[in-house]
């Protein structure tokens, strides 16, 4: 099972707590003669240290790098020659240039009615009007601006500006009131394009995208844009609200902006900071809810579209930038005050509204909040998935005492949809659902037991077995678990549910960031047996011997103390091959960082000896990215030979290991020279394999995303 440490991103599986000691001393038959060469990779066991201890030995100051870092410089002696460290360092996907993007302009295909509220804050006006303009077409487009009662200077400003209607009112009559006032003074037969006085529309094709968007079907009634904020992070990409606080949050808010959110999407609601509006649905269900003064009303309208029967969607293609709430900070009003006095409206018109939309509960028993296990963040995907597939999900933790993690979890996370699923009352979850290693099935006290779960080995552990056989039914991700589970004796009937990706997060238009012009071979594991990491630096040592056009990226992660992942490298004796290696130890990067990581690179590896599911290889493949692993355990569920590089099997052998799990089992053996041969070929025939990466991802996207798996649990979930 593959993890991704919360908020850091580890992206490989961690098991329970006896899985958790497990060594990761590299598992190495020597194959070094008397007189190997500097590439000749040669492993042996040793001492472990910690890499600050390593850093602080060497006296050396770590350096925040994403790129390749110098050689050391020092002259090694003749006996250490051949235990040469590759280079450490970190990844920072930079920030995006925010300069205007200038784009054609397609005509627009009926006239447009840009309507501006003002309530004093001159400058901001100005600039917003200043980068509006270019993106008018004459006879097509008018700008409308109500002015709210300024006193700034703001009203003669806009007096002297030809191509604007002004709309002066002596005092502040609020957002919807202003909007509403203001419409009926727009062009009969257009379509109302709400915009704040702090946005920047510098994208010049951003209304005839979001028109072209509005046209694409006729029940699209609202169209939205992604905002970004003043120093470059994504601050809205659409908008959603539960009924359990009526809090409404944005999607993607205050994350780095990356490209995730570019497609076209539909959503519950967007901001009517930048909001295009159909003439036809405001024909339909009016303007905006006079109850309100301030807020909460662009959601109100959304969702009365929605009741409607009109798709409200969220036009990725466009990116504006917006300040953000500037008329409450520039005139000094409490926004708390006009906040929760809206939201008490909203309380009373949707509070039931909203409960009434689930169709399906569960009772979800897995981790949500301990960022260092391999069901984490999997757990908290597929809650948020089945949430919007219109299933009531209640949290709870399934770990704690007479648990093999006795242990706690912290009672909060980031997200706060998961933080309410928590609250949730599980009174009337007649399924519960137990996502975590099969030995804590006994958790699950349900009227309906399922225990989700996988394993990447051959087999299955006694008590395993005795536990699924304790559930109404079993769910594993892959055939390969269906076809171990049942040989090993779960005679339960078991349902193959495969994990997924987000395809917003890991797709081929993510911006990455290149370590070096040459070409990139990326990994992304968990330091141990299991990963097979010397075969993975055998292979890239013997296939580009003597050639310096060819880099290997290893992101890893070490989670047991007793293990110093660079002592453990430096015994593989690396020689030439360390100085193409960069290795990024540790590096605990933001979830949301990984799909740029990927981005960065040209070509996946890893001589996985098993995998429960796969989790690293499934997102390098949605971002586009040529995949080389192991053909073998779940992974063989999403690769084929069209869309990846299967790595042949050599044999199965024991798997040794410290996990307990795994005792008595076996897992692959990764062809060496079948990796060796691949990587040669791929990095001689990069377009090829990019093609070929480009098939992966549309064939991950069309399958293997988180709603696809929440289609399929809840189409389970509606059968019993």
């Not at 076809?483 to 797709?507: A, C, K, N």
Request: aromatic letters at 10%; proline letters at 6%; charged letters at 25%.
């Amino acid at each position: 099972m593959a993890s991704r440490t919360a908020r850091s991103s580890s992206r490989s599986k961690t098991r329970s707590s006896s899985a958790r000691k497990r060594s990761v001393r590299s598992r190495s038959r020597s194959r070094a003669s008397k007189s190997s060469k500097p590439s000749k990779l040669r492993r042996k066991r040793g001492t472990i240290y910690s890499n600050r201890r390593r850093r602080r030995a060497m006296g050396k100051r770590r350096k925040r790098t994403y790129a390749k870092a110098s050689p050391p410089q020092h002259v090694q002696p003749a006996w250490e020659r051949y235990e040469r460290d590759p280079q450490y360092g970190t990844y920072d996907p930079g920030h995006v240039d925010h300069a205007p993007v200038i784009m054609d302009k397609k005509p627009l295909i009926r006239p447009v009615t840009i309507i501006i509220l003002t309530w004093n804050g001159l400058d901001y006006t100005r600039k917003c009007l200043a980068a509006l303009q270019p993106s008018l077409q004459e006879g097509m487009t008018e700008v409308l601006v109500f002015d709210n009662g300024s006193t700034d200077g703001t009203v003669s400003y806009l007096q002297s500006i030809p191509w604007v209607k002004l709309i002066p009112h002596p005092i502040n009559i609020g957002f919807v009131a202003g909007n509403n006032a203001a419409l009926p003074y727009a062009l009969p037969d257009s379509d109302i394009v709400l915009l704040n006085n702090d946005i920047l529309a510098e994208q010049h094709d951003w209304l005839s995208k979001l028109q072209e968007t509005a046209y694409q079907s006729r029940d699209i009634g609202i169209v939205g844009c992604r905002l970004h904020g003043p120093e470059g992070q994504l601050h809205h990409a659409g908008t959603y609200i539960l009924p359990d606080d009526l809090t409404g949050q944005q999607i993607g808010g205050e994350e780095h902006d990356l490209r995730q959110y570019t497609g076209i999407r539909d959503v519950q609601g967007v901001i009517f900071a930048a909001a295009y509006l159909k003439r036809e649905l405001i024909q339909r269900i009016g303007f905006l809810d006079t109850d309100y003064f301030s807020y909460f009303e662009d959601t109100d309208y959304c969702l009365k579209a929605i009741m409607s029967g009109y798709r409200v969607v969220c036009d990725g293609r466009v990116t504006l930038h917006h300040y953000h709430n500037t008329s409450t900070r520039v005139n000094g009003v409490d926004f708390w005050d006009m906040y929760n006095k809206s939201r008490e409206v909203f309380r009373r018109k949707w509070a039931v509204p909203l409960e009434t939309r689930y169709e399906s509960r569960v009772n979800w028993q897995s981790l949500a909040f301990l960022s260092l296990y391999g069901y984490t963040e999997t757990s908290r995907n597929l809650m948020l998935a089945l949430d919007r597939s219109h299933v009531k999900v209640s949290y709870r933790y399934v770990y704690g005492p007479g648990t093999p993690m006795p242990f706690g979890e912290p009672e909060t996370g980031p997200d706060n949809r998961i933080n309410l699923f928590k609250k949730r009352s599980t009174a009337g979850d007649r399924v519960h659902i137990v996502y975590a290693q099969g030995d804590v099935f006994f958790k699950n006290d349900g009227d309906y037991k399922i225990g989700y779960t996988m394993l990447e080995v051959d087999g299955l552990p006694a008590d395993w077995v005795q536990q699924c056989n304790m559930m109404n039914e079993v769910w594993v991700p892959s055939r390969f678990n269906l076809q171990t589970f049942r040989d090993s004796g779960v005679h339960v009937p078991i349902q193959v549910m495969p994990l997924g990706v987000d395809p917003e997060y890991f797709h081929p238009h993510i911006r990455g960031k290149r370590f070096s012009d040459k070409f990139t071979f990326l990994s992304v594991f968990e330091w141990g047996e299991r990963k097979s990491p010397e075969t993975l630096f055998e292979a890239f040592g013997t296939a580009f011997h003597g050639r310096d056009d060819v880099l290997l990226v290893c992101k890893i992660i070490n989670n047991d103390p007793t293990i110093d992942v660079p002592s453990e490298i430096r015994k593989l004796r690396l020689g030439s091959a360390a100085d193409r290696i960069l290795v990024l130890h540790n590096d605990k990067i933001p979830s949301h960082w990984m799909g740029s990581l990927y981005r960065s690179a040209d070509c996946f590896v890893l001589p996985t000896r098993g995998e429960g599911w796969g989790m690293p290889i499934l997102e390098a493949m949605a971002c586009g990215l040529p995949v080389i692993a192991t053909n073998w355990s779940a992974q063989t569920e999403f690769m084929t030979e069209s869309n990846s590089y299967p790595l042949r099997v050599k044999r199965l052998v024991p798997a040794e290991a410290r996990c307990v799990y795994y005792h008595g089992f076996n897992w692959a053996e990764p062809d060496l020279n079948h990796l060796i041969e691949m990587m040669r070929y791929v990095a001689d025939h990069p377009q090829e394999a990019a093609e070929k990466g480009r098939a992966a991802a549309a064939d991950m996207h069309s399958r293997f995303t988180w709603d696809h798996a929440a289609a399929r649990m809840k189409n389970r979930l509606l059968m019993l």
